[in-house]
């Protein structure tokens, strides 16, 4: 903008110059006496001016508090607060210490501070030849040869380091202190830090800014963000691959132990799925219309090996920073389809469609190396998986697929019924109906766990045979309503979990209920008619197998490793640290580190394979700890005394719980927004009575 003509002119006449002072300055008084007023009147207070700088009067003007009436106290000095400072250049480094720089050496350069990631043999034979070097040219100089600050070249998490004398001026060349990865493709090759550095991110949940971070804490200068995201780009393609390779292959051992148990090499398999997204499916008010989540992992995990592999899996993401960055240019880009798009889906594709991620996963089946086909599909009953996943096994016209349901969550659903349930107030033993609710909880865990140990008991006792089961487990309901009264007459004859030799025991209730409940008639009905939907012909027959989806479960824990769920979001490279995570899953950490590094030509010290070989044998030896019935024993019995140690503490029931807008009560706030919920009920209802249909 022009300035006007006159503009200069009245600001040389304001008397706000450089340098001039305020003109009322304060009268000193040699005693009180001689003051026309009190000094110590609490109307008359002195003044200060401060001036602070920017980030300091933000702090004292701005409030998160509005509305606020401040109050003065008459003792306290009114302060008035000039026009802000600018920072001056250095201010912010003030915090930064003089000795963090070097030593000064002769050559005029200071010396290297801190740590640095060097390749010890690398580092060895530069600085030898430097030494070398300097005997040469100054055979009479007993300096010490330092690494030189100004002269440090970074690569990434690599150094370029040059060597110089501390008595005379001696410098050497700069020397490379890292072993480069030979690449097919023309440019720069990358170091070997850089290469490994990307493997350990893809292998935990830190990202660029977490890796900074730790290697700030390290004294270790890092890379900086956008050569972190260049590496990752160039190593995410390269895990993709070696994982794609090695689930071919898992498909290729479960092929080969069908044909060790005497059957062909085409003969289809059991199989489970489970999908996980980035952000749950609830909660999502004021964000977004649409599912709340941006991305979802499908994995198909075979169930012919003890180790379930991971056989098959489907990445779906709408995240697109690039061309979120092209739109905000005022190009005219669609996701996905545009060069360097991250997204496979466009912005308003339904996240929770489990029917097409089935049918991805299916395609991926049919289509790769070592194709195999699903005959019985483990899920649960959260979405259509199944349905778009038979659809293409369907197509075939090899083999039908039959969904099978996960016991594990049947009992989950059981359990919310149960405690959902409307009973009478004699069935527990208590006064208050805050413990009663407390009670039917425990009730209800108990029971639904209960129900699910007697089919699997009947199930081993029985050999399996469905209706031998279904027969049995239709007696077996009659039979747990009495035992939970503390008769157990029926039990030796009709129940497979308590015995005269091994009662059962109760764990989920409280010490004042097992064995003591009252049943009504209308109770039994009630809990007869929960409990009979799990046990019915086609919910036996829906997991007649035994399997469930727990090993999928598993890995979404994996998936949660290297994308943290809720906490970091990877817009471009989070397939790349799911395929990470999905290697190290059916391979073990110590196999799977090896593995990939040997992907992208890294080398293996003898030091870090005896560290990985330690890794992979204590990891095998957890997993099959786990397996073991002692083990299992210990967890159930330290759960059991968990819940008796709550009974015992509060009563079952805590003094201050958590409860959504519990506190709206005490305001009348919640009783207003129902009554008016009711008033507004009810109207509509009239309104619909009077219309004529």
């Known amino acids: ?219 270790v200068p890092g890379p900086s963000m956008s050569a972190l995201q260049r590496s990752a780009n160039t190593f995410g393609p390269k895990m993709e691959a070696e994982n794609e390779k090695d689930m071919a292959e898992k498909r290729g051992i479960v092929k080969d132990t069908i044909e060790l148990r005497g059957r062909t090499r085409d003969t289809p398999i059991y199989a489970e799925y489970d999908r996980q997204y980035n952000n749950p499916l609830r909660n999502a008010r004021k964000r977004t219309p649409f599912a709340p989540a941006t991305q979802s992992r499908d994995v198909i995990i075979e169930n012919t090996t003890p180790n379930k592999y991971v056989i098959s899996f489907n990445h779906t993401n709408k995240l697109c920073a690039r061309g979120d960055a092209k739109r905000r240019r005022g190009e005219k880009v669609l996701c996905p389809g545009h060069e360097g798009c991250s997204a496979n889906v466009p912005p308003d594709h339904n996240m929770g469609d489990e029917e097409s991620g089935g049918a991805a996963c299916a395609r991926k089946l049919l289509e790769g190396d070592h194709p195999v086909a699903v005959e019985f599909l483990t899920t649960d009953a959260d979405g259509k998986a199944a349905r778009g996943f ?85 007696e077996c309901i009659d039979c747990i309503m009495t035992c939970y009264t503390g008769d157990h007459s029926r039990c030796p004859g009709q129940s497979f979990v308590c015995q005269r030799a091994s009662p059962y025991r109760f764990p989920y209730l409280p010490r004042i209920a097992k064995g003591s409940l009252t049943f009504t008639e209308s109770d039994k009905a009630t809990l007869k008619k929960i409990v009979t939907v799990r046990t019915s012909r086609k919910v036996l027959r829906s997991t007649r197998f035994a399997t469930s989806t727990q090993k999928a479960e598993s890995v979404n824990s994996a998936f949660k490793m290297t994308n943290p769920k809720g906490s970091a979001t990877f817009s471009r490279n989070s397939r790349y640290r799911d395929h990470s995570a999905i290697h190290s899953v059916n391979n073990g950490p110590g196999e799977s580190i090896a593995r990939k590094m040997s992907a992208v030509g890294l080398r293996l010290p003898k030091s870090t394979a005896f560290m990985l070989k330690e890794m992979q044998k204590k990891h095998n030896y957890d997993k099959a700890r786990r397996k073991t019935h002692a ?59 009077s219309k004529p249909w």
């Open 390 to 474: 038979g659809s293409v096994m369907d197509s075939t016209g090899s083999v039908k697929t039959e969904n099978l349901l996960d016991g594990t969550h049947l009992t989950r659903s059981l359990c919310r019924a149960l405690t959902g349930a409307k009973l009478s107030n004699e069935v527990f033993p208590v006064r208050t109906a805050a413990r009663r609710q407390q009670l039917q909880k425990r009730f209800a865990e108990d029971l639904s766990n209960r129900v699910q140990a007697e089919i699997d008991a009947c199930r081993e006792q029985k050999a399996y045979e469905e209706a031998e089961v279904e027969r049995a487990m239709a």
């Open 1 to 219: 903008m022009a300035r006007r003509k006159g503009m200069r002119a009245r600001r040389k006449s304001t008397p706000f110059k450089p340098g001039n002072k305020l003109a009322c300055t304060p009268i000193e008084f040699k005693d009180s006496s001689s003051a026309p007023f009190a000094i110590n009147s609490p109307l008359i207070t002195p003044t200060a001016y401060k001036r602070l700088t920017s980030q300091e009067y933000d702090s004292v003007v701005t409030s998160p508090v509005k509305g606020e009436r401040p109050t003065y106290h008459p003792n306290v000095a009114n302060t008035v607060l000039l026009r802000p400072k600018r920072e001056q250049e250095g201010e912010v480094d003030s915090v930064i210490t003089a000795s963090a720089c070097g030593a000064k050496t002769n050559t005029g350069y200071s010396e290297v501070e801190g740590y640095r990631l060097i390749h010890m043999a690398t580092f060895v034979r530069a600085y030898h030849a430097a030494v070398i070097e300097h005997r040469r040219m100054k055979n009479r100089c007993g300096g010490l040869l330092v690494a030189l600050s100004e002269l440090e070249e970074k690569w990434g998490a690599g150094v370029r380091e040059a060597f110089g004398c501390t008595m005379c001026k001696f410098v050497s060349n700069v020397s490379a202190l890292y072993r480069e990865v030979e690449q097919d493709k023309p440019g720069r090759n990358p170091a070997d830090i850089n290469v490994g550095l990307q493997l350990a991110l893809h292998n935990t949940s830190l990202s660029s800014t977490g890796a900074r971070k730790f290697l700030g804490c390290l004294s």
């Open 631 to 689: 083990y299992r024993t210990r967890r159930a019995h330290l759960r059991e005394k968990r819940y008796r140690l709550h009974s015992k503490v509060n009563g079952g029931t805590s003094a201050s719980v958590y409860k959504t807008d519990q506190l709206l009560h005490d305001h009348g706030y919640a009783c207003r927004l129902q009554g008016v919920a009711r008033a507004a009920s009810r109207d509509q209802q009239s309104e619909d009575e």
